[in-house]
C-alpha cells in the first residue's frame, strides 16, 4: 500500500483556471504539508498542518487554499493558476520529530 | 535562522569507488540533520539523520554521514557507489532547529555513478 499518495500525477492546463490536487497518507501520521519543487529542484515549504489545523503558511499567494477534511487528508486547491506555478506538488508527512514521507509528486503544468 | 548549504550542482564517481555528497550546515545549538534521496520522477526520500550521539550515522541503502561539528558538516558517503545510487541528494534542516514542522532544504547534488 502506498503511504502518502497525491492525484492526479500530471496537470496541464491553461493560465487562469483553477485546479486541484489530492493527498492522502495512510502512515497514522499528525502533521501534512505541502512543498514546491521548481524547476531549479529546489525546495521550499508551503504549507503544513497538525491535526487538520494549519500551522505554517509559508507567505504563499491566497489563490492556494489547502484544506484538510481529516487529519489523513490534505488538498490543495489553485486559483487563477499563473505561468508561475508551474512545479512540481509534493505532499508529505510526519510525526514528532520524525523524517518527512513523500508522495510521488503532481507534476503542474501551466500553458 | 538555519540552513544548509551543497556546494557542488554535481558529483561525478565511477561505479565501486567511494562516493562523498557534501553538505554544510548553519544552525544555532545543536543541529539536527537529515539527508533524503529523490530518483527521476519520484519523491523524496529519507535516507538517514543526524539527532545526537555517535557522529557517524548509518544509513540506507548502505549510505552513512558523518558529522563534524569543528567544521559544521554533514557529508553523505558510501564506501562503494553502484550505478543505481545516480539519484538527486538533499541534506535538509528543521527550522529553528527543533521546528520539525518546517525544514529548510539545501539545493541539492547531482549524483552520477557511471559503469
Known amino acids: 500500500d502506498t503511504a502518502v499518495s497525491q492525484t492526479p500525477k500530471y496537470l496541464v492546463t491553461q493560465m487562469g483556471n483553477d485546479k486541484s490536487i489530492k493527498c492522502e497518507q495512510n502512515?497514522?501520521?499528525?502533521?501534512m504539508y505541502w512543498y514546491k519543487q521548481d524547476s531549479k529542484k529546489f525546495l521550499k515549504i508551503m504549507f503544513s498542518?497538525?491535526?487538520?489545523?494549519?500551522?505554517i503558511n509559508e507567505t504563499v499567494p491566497n489563490r492556494f487554499s489547502p484544506k484538510s477534511p481529516d487529519k489523513a487528508h490534505l488538498n490543495l486547491h489553485i486559483n487563477s493558476l499563473e505561468l508561475g506555478d508551474s512545479a512540481v506538488y509534493f505532499c508529505?508527512?510526519?510525526?514528532?520529530?520524525?523524517?518527512?514521507?513523500f508522495g510521488e509528486g503532481s507534476r503542474l503544468t501551466v500553458l | 535562522a538555519q540552513s544548509v548549504a551543497q556546494p557542488e550542482d554535481q558529483v561525478n564517481v565511477a561505479e565501486g569507488n567511494p562516493l562523498t555528497v557534501k553538505c554544510t550546515y548553519s544552525?544555532?545549538?545543536?543541529?539536527?540533520l537529515f539527508w533524503y534521496v529523490q530518483y527521476p520522477n519520484r519523491g523524496l526520500q529519507f535516507l538517514l539523520k543526524y539527532i545526537t550521539g555517535d557522529n557517524l550515522v548509518k544509513g540506507s541503502y548502505g549510505f552513512e554521514a558523518e558529522f563534524n561539528k569543528s567544521q559544521t558538516s554533514f557529508h553523505l558517503k558510501k564506501p562503494s557507489a553502484l550505478v543505481s545510487d545516480s539519484a538527486l541528494y538533499f541534506c535538509a534542516v528543521p527550522q529553528g532547529g527543533y521546528n520539525f514542522n518546517k525544514f529548510y532544504f539545501g539545493s541539492g547534488t547531482k549524483l552520477n555513478v557511471k559503469p
Open positions: 508529505a508527512s510526519s510525526v514528532g520529530a520524525g523524517e518527512l514521507f
Open positions: 544552525v544555532s545549538g545543536n543541529p539536527y
Open positions: 502512515l497514522g501520521h499528525d502533521t
Open positions: 498542518y497538525n491535526n487538520k489545523e494549519l500551522i
